[in-house]
Structure formats: C-alpha cells, structure tokens
C-alpha cells in the first residue's frame, strides 16, 4: 500500500500537471485568436463546444465562432490581445484579457471549462472599457 505522503504528491503533481495543461489551452487559444486562426481554433474547441458572449446575450456553437473569423479577422487586424490567469477550479480556468484594438481597448473575464485538453464552453464578459491597470 502506498504511504499518504506519497499518494498526497502524486495528487499535488497530477493536479499541476492539469494546471499546465489548461494554461498551454488558454495560452494557444489567444495565440490563434489573435490571428483569427480558425483552424487552429477548431482544435482547441470540443465539437460541442459552446462560446457564451454574455454582454450581448449570444451562445454560439463551435461551428458559429469559427464561421464568424473571417468577421473578427478585420477586427483584429493591428490588435494586440493580453491576459492573465486569475483562478483555476478543477476544469475550469478564469481570464482576464486586454483587448488592445487600434481604436480602443476593453478588459474581459472570460471563463474556459476543458475536458480531455479541449475546451468545452468559453464564457466572455466585459469588465472595463479600457485597459487601464492591466
């Protein structure tokens, strides 16, 4: 049998282990979403994925939001996207992002929910109008 502290490490380092991971996700997401990368994109979606746009009250499917990046190319267009990983609750990871757009900028949280290294549902909410502070 395996004495507790051992077991009590082999949780700590499977449980850091999960946290990388989900970092890798939300660090390859903005990487592809900065350059409206829709097959990159569609690799880190689950087919069923779905993208919550809270402020606006929209829920797209997987095959809605990458159909909508021809659209978001042009926005993005000289943006710069920032963010930094506020807290982490089993499969799910909360963001904050700057948006950085050549005419103005916003801040979001935006909340990932993985399963098996895909993302599963991304929620998105406005939280500031500038980046200030960021």
């Known amino acids: 049998m395996m004495p507790i502290r051992t077991m009590a490490a082999a949780l700590a380092l499977l449980a850091t282990v999960s946290a990388v991971a989900q970092e890798s996700i939300v660090d390859r997401w903005y990487a592809a979403l900065l350059k409206a990368d829709a097959p990159a994109l569609s690799q880190l979606l689950a087919d069923n994925a779905t993208i919550r746009l809270d ?55 935006e909340t990932f929910t993985t399963r098996s290294g895909v993302i599963v549902a991304n929620t998105q909410m406005t939280i500031g109008e500038n980046c200030d502070g960021f």
């Open 55 to 109: 402020d606006i009250g929209v829920t797209q499917s997987k095959a809605e939001f990458i159909a909508s990046m021809d659209e978001w190319q042009a926005a993005v267009k000289g943006a710069k996207i920032r963010h930094k990983i506020e807290a982490e609750m089993g499969d799910t990871v909360v963001v904050r992002t700057c948006y950085d757009f050549p005419n103005n900028d916003m801040t979001t949280r």
